[in-house]
């Protein structure tokens, strides 16, 4: 959407095709129909294999220049090698995208554009990294049209996402951060945000031009700013904005007076990573120094200001007993009592450190590390490891389908022995998704829904990929 509204302001004119779900012939049909200059495809390393295979044919029915852009494209840069891939795109593409339009249009050279890598005639240009942008305010705000084009159910979706920053200095194993920072390294700061007046003004304009009845400040880390900008957010929010919101925080980036200031400013829900409750794989795998106790602490005080919330859960892990450190993650989260621990089977994004990390112990297949070849093409459909015991595997999968129910119905752990070892993984991964999306959009939001929405979820239900086990 960020990068549409670049387009628009070149006088471009940009359409969205969901290609999920639907068959070649149809995304065919409306590339004739729309003939556009540029097919752009945004990827996602769970995404890729799919996205390789549709690519592939379309680069042999069409003559369409094939630009690849997103997470996966900006760790595996590699990607320009391939027969069907004319550009690509690595990072923010904030300065990258317009510059290479700009070009594009006058029919001038653009193989030379930073953040981006060219195929010529058979002929392989690389160029370095760009900058990353510093002023925040100075981005468009995000195309929303875009997703009714790609969707006409999302133009009666009434959730909307945001962003008051971009960055985060944390260096876990796991996550892209460490691995985006380190190639941006001396191109800008890390962390930067937008002002308050900038992010009020698009949440603003967003609820009287969409309906908006529910924000999520979906930044990597919301709190990660000093008081007196969260002060001044506080004041204002509610007079210029008064909508329920969500966010993202951190354990050792909140305290007593930032939570205040969040529930001032109308916070319903904040969200935070748990990911592990065995101390010793959270400091030493995950490079994450969070004791239990300042987690429990945390909880504690979100209870005493009566703001929900949610813990992220990360299971499967490569360690030599599995289904115990995911039991302790269990533990940890009763005593947290959160409104839901949403879990997530480990996943190991390309280029990241805990992935080659499981590649070098024999928790993965060789390359898969660094290509994404081999690893699910859905982040919670199975675990991507090899264990030592595939019962144990089994169990593993099968509790982290159940996490969310055991956290909000405590009683049932007294059947958990007994649920992981049934083979019901169909049905727990329903169970699974059917309470991630009641919880999330019905429990958390706790606004009236139009049966358009429902219709919205129920489908998103249908297609996701989860229902798969292996």
């Known amino acids: 959407m960020y990068l549409s509204s670049y387009a628009l302001r070149l006088d471009w004119s940009t359409d969205l095709l969901v290609s999920d779900g639907l068959s070649y012939r149809r995304i065919l049909s409306h590339i004739d129909e729309t003939r556009p200059d540029t097919l752009a495809f945004s990827v996602m390393s769970p995404e890729y294999e799919a ?67 060219f195929r010529v005639d058979g002929r392989l240009v690389f160029n370095g990294p760009a900058r990353l942008i510093e002023d925040l305010d100075a981005v468009p705000f995000p195309d929303r049209e875009l997703m009714a084009k ?56 967003t609820k009287s031009h969409y309906g908006t009845r529910y924000v999520y400040i979906d930044d990597d880390i919301f709190t990660l700013t000093s008081e007196q900008w969260l002060e001044e957010f506080a004041e204002r929010y509610p007079r210029e904005v008064g909508l329920p919101f969500f966010c993202n925080v951190h354990v050792k980036s909140v305290n007593e007076t930032k939570i205040k200031l969040l529930k001032r400013a109308g916070c319903r829900v904040v969200c935070f990573g748990v990911e592990t409750g065995d101390e010793s794989v959270s400091r030493e795998l995950l490079r994450r120094d969070i004791s239990n106790q300042e987690i429990i602490e945390l909880s504690g005080l979100l209870h005493k200001y009566r703001i929900k919330f949610a813990t992220q859960n990360m299971l499967a892990l490569p360690v030599r007993s599995p289904l115990e450190v995911d039991l302790r993650t269990l533990d940890l989260n009763l005593k947290c009592r959160p409104t839901f621990a949403i879990s997530q089977l480990f996943f190991p994004l390309p280029g ?48 982290q389908k159940l996490f969310g129910l055991l ?64």
């Open 352 to 399: 990241t450190d805990l992935a080659a990390y499981a590649a070098e112990n024999g928790y993965l297949s060789p390359g898969s590390e660094s290509s994404g070849g081999g690893i699910p093409d859905r982040t919670n459909t199975y675990s991507a490891l090899t264990f030592r015991d595939p019962a144990e595997k089994m169990k593993v999968q099968r509790l």
């Open 150 to 205: 790609g969707d006409p159910l999302h133009r009666g979706y009434t959730s909307h996402f945001f962003f008051a920053s971009r960055g985060c200095p944390h260096n876990c194993s796991y996550c892209f951060n460490h691995k985006y920072n380190a190639i941006f390294r001396g191109l800008g700061r890390v962390l930067r945000r937008r002002s308050v007046d900038n992010l009020l003004k698009e949440i603003a304009f």
């Open 51 to 117: 996205i390789r295979i549709l690519a592939s044919r379309l680069r042999a029915d069409t003559r369409c220049f094939m630009l690849f852009g997103g997470p996966h494209p900006t760790f595996c840069q590699d990607l320009i090698r391939e027969p069907f891939v004319d550009g690509l795109l690595f990072g923010e593409g904030d300065l990258s995208f317009p510059a290479f339009l700009e070009k594009f249009t006058k029919g001038e050279d653009y193989t030379r554009t930073e953040g981006m890598h």
């Open 407 to 470: 956290v909000s119905f405590p009683f049932l752990t007294r059947l958990l022995p007994l649920l992981m070892a049934l083979p019901l993984d169909k049905l727990y991964a329903l169970l699974y998704a059917a309470w991630l999306v009641f919880t999330m959009r019905f429990r958390l939001e706790r606004s009236l829904k139009s049966p358009r929405q429902v219709l919205f979820y129920l489908r998103s239900l249908y297609r996701s990929s989860i229902f798969r086990s292996k």
